[in-house]
């Protein structure tokens, strides 16, 4: 089993940044695919970024390409997300995640989450 803690969370003007992290524990961390997804109120979970194990390989969603960054440091056993030129709509509960897939868009295929950090961007 993989523990995941997600921080960094807080609250920011529209086009301020933040830099989340998620602290990994369990299973071998440097094996997983790691993601990060997002929920706004009364919204579905959608996926944000991915990263492959080796931190070579990266996938975004559109609407945050260009403007967040995911990357890992596996001898720290931590992924990080870093987010400027936020918006408003950028707000919600950030959660980290991990699969023994390939990396993947689809909330689905990720076995481990952690309990969410809240991003809250004012106008």
């Known amino acids: 089993q993989v523990q995941l803690v997600e921080s960094g969370g807080g609250l920011v003007q529209a086009g301020g940044s933040l830099r989340l992290s998620c602290a990994a524990s369990?299973?071998?961390?440097?094996?997983?695919?790691m993601g990060w997804f997002r929920q706004a109120p009364g919204k579905e979970r959608e996926f944000v970024a991915a990263i492959s194990y080796s931190g070579g390989r990266t996938y975004y969603a559109e609407s945050v390409k260009g403007r967040f960054t995911i990357s890992r440091d596996n001898a720290k056993n931590t992924v990080y997300l870093q987010m400027n030129s936020l918006k408003p709509e950028d707000t919600a509960v950030y959660y980290c995640?991990?699969?023994?897939?390939?990396?993947?868009?689809?909330?689905?295929?990720?076995?481990?989450w952690g309990q969410g950090t809240q991003v809250t961007v004012s106008s």
């Open positions: 995640a991990a699969t023994g897939r390939i990396q993947t868009p689809l909330v689905r295929e990720y076995d481990y």
């Open positions: 369990g299973r071998t961390f440097s094996t997983y695919t």
